[in-house]
């Protein structure tokens, strides 16, 4: 049980959501928003969709969020240009405002996460997680190709 990659990645991740929520409580934005934030800063403007396959988040959860950050201020949203069917998500002033603070919180919960480490430990910690997410990635592409090929469609979200 010590060595279960999975428990230990569940602790890191609710400790994480923990760590967040009390430290975003300031600038009123919670842990489940923050991954929102943080991709559309990365890239303002993109679409709804995106941001749900970007975060790897189903589309019903990613509207929810969304509808917090537009009641909040942080976000708008429109139609796009091209194909109203798309609705594009953009940055208020407001959340450009935060974003040193956001930014900040993350910081230091990755310093807490990495403290004591070397930066060649950094560097082998961040290559084993990345082939973790490979693989699990591998995984449900795979199974996803199988499901169909029986006549099942599923969400693998």
């Known amino acids: ?7 230990m990645i569940s602790i ?14 300031s600038i009123n934005v919670t842990a489940s928003e923050q991954p929102f ?11 709804q ?6 975060l790897n988040i189903d589309k019903a959860s990613t509207a929810r969020v969304i509808q917090s950050l537009l009641v909040k201020g942080l976000v708008v949203k429109t139609s796009d240009e091209k194909d ?7 940055l208020t002033d407001k959340a450009m405002d935060i974003k ?13 996460l990495t403290d004591g480490l070397t930066d060649d430990e950094k560097n082998l910690l961040y290559s084993f997680l990345f082939k973790m997410v490979e693989n699990t990635e591998k995984y449900f592409n795979e199974n996803s190709k199988k499901k169909i090929k029986k006549g099942k469609v599923t969400n693998n979200d």
């Open 49 to 54: 969709d995106d941001l749900s396959s970007a």
């Open 12 to 25: 890191l991740y609710r400790k994480g959501n923990i760590y967040k929520n009390d430290h975003l409580r």
């Open 37 to 47: 934030l943080n991709a559309l800063y990365a890239k303002n403007g993109c679409s």
């Open 84 to 90: 109203r069917r798309v609705n594009r998500i953009y």
């Open 100 to 112: 040193e603070d956001l930014l900040s919180v993350l910081h230091k919960w990755e310093s807490t």
């Open 1 to 7: 049980m010590k060595n279960n990659p999975g428990r």
